[in-house]
């Protein structure tokens, strides 16, 4: 079974530019999380999806939004770029059988560049 | 402060040596998680504990969850360059809801030949 992809897996951008990464998680997994992960704060949570709906929200500017589509697959969209927002951007798929075990298996991240 | 504290910061290890990760938090935890991260890339899921006391080992690694459900260690046996990365634990404190996990700084693990 495939794992969790991201793309781009590298990107750079320049301030005040608007950004899209997309995330296919595992065949059959329904959840979708995302992650800001930098030197200084560590990894961060940034949203989390489910059924097309987005559950749960970190600590982050409205700058940041997500979606996702009837396919499980996600998008994060970071507008209005910040030299700050340099990041690895990862995000992670669960299954979601209503169980505590449910364990979340992370992609390889986007790896964004704001100059 | 931070909520889930791991220790320490990073560990420099002879091939063939024990080595152990600590991961402290300042509340109960419902999940506790571990992950292997190499520079830059995705993280790796290793294992997850739930209960008081609950041990669980894979090849030769071991974690471990306190009674309290407040620490968690990381154990491994007869280190092998293979095991070098970040390793970073990953906590869920609202009972049940996995999908938003807080994670500690990352302990980063050098294993010399």
């Known amino acids: 079974k495939a794992g969790v992809t991201q793309t781009p897996r590298y990107l750079i951008k320049t301030r005040g530019q608007q950004v899209t990464l997309s995330c296919s998680p595992i065949s059959g997994h329904r959840s979708v999380s995302w992650y800001q992960q930098t030197p200084g704060q560590g990894l961060q949570f940034l949203f989390e999806?489910?059924?097309?709906?987005?559950?749960n929200k970190g600590n982050f500017p409205g700058r940041f939004s997500g979606r996702q589509f009837s396919n499980s697959r996600s998008e994060m969209n970071v507008s209005t770029l910040e030299l700050g927002d340099s990041a690895l951007y990862l995000c992670?798929?669960?299954?979601?059988?209503?169980?505590?075990?449910?364990?979340?298996?992370f992609g390889p991240g986007t790896r964004l560049t704001v100059l | 402060s931070q909520e889930l504290e791991q220790s320490p910061q990073s560990l420099i290890v002879q091939e063939g040596k024990n080595l152990t990760i600590n991961c402290t938090s300042s509340k109960t935890l419902y999940g506790l998680y571990w992950y292997k991260q190499k520079y830059g890339e995705g993280l790796i899921f290793l294992m997850m504990l739930q209960k008081g006391g609950e041990e669980k080992s894979h090849e030769k690694i071991t974690a471990k969850l306190d009674e309290k459900k407040q620490q968690s260690s990381l154990h491994i046996t007869a280190s092998q360059p293979s095991h070098a990365g970040i390793y970073l634990c990953?906590?869920?404190?609202?009972?049940?809801?996995?999908?938003?996990?807080?994670f500690g700084k990352g302990t980063l693990l050098t294993v010399n030949p």
């Open positions: 990953g906590a869920d404190f609202s009972g049940g809801s996995n999908y938003k996990l807080t």
């Open positions: 992670a798929s669960t299954l979601v059988v209503g169980s505590s075990t449910d364990t979340q298996y």
């Open positions: 999806y489910f059924s097309e709906t987005q559950r």
